[in-house]
């Protein structure tokens, strides 16, 4: 039930596209999962991208699927996240 509730804060929680989710990934950069769609992306994938500490920048698209934060990154890695360590922000 906790793992439902949390799905629906990133689904139903963001409530307009200057808000994102964002945790650190394992190579020490930070992911960011937006609501802004991209044709690159299609239609039920939102734009996600991590950047790294050198500062390079990867997109990706993103989705919910079986309680995992799904991301498929253009550089073909695909990785699957848990809910637990992302943080709500906003643009200011």
């Known amino acids: 039930m906790r793992k439902l509730a949390i799905a629906l804060l990133f ?28 044709d690159a992306c299609g239609k039920n994938l939102a734009v996600a991208y991590v950047i790294k500490p050198d500062q390079s920048i990867v997109y990706g698209c993103w989705a ?9 990154y253009n550089d073909g890695h695909r990785v ?13």
């Open 80 to 92: 699957a996240y848990d809910f637990l360590g992302w943080e709500r922000k906003s643009n200011p």
């Open 11 to 38: 689904v139903c929680g963001i409530a307009s596209a200057d808000e994102y989710w964002t945790a650190k990934s394992e190579g020490g950069g930070d992911i960011y999962l937006t609501k802004e769609k991209a």
């Open 64 to 72: 919910i699927v079986n309680d995992k934060i799904h991301v498929r």
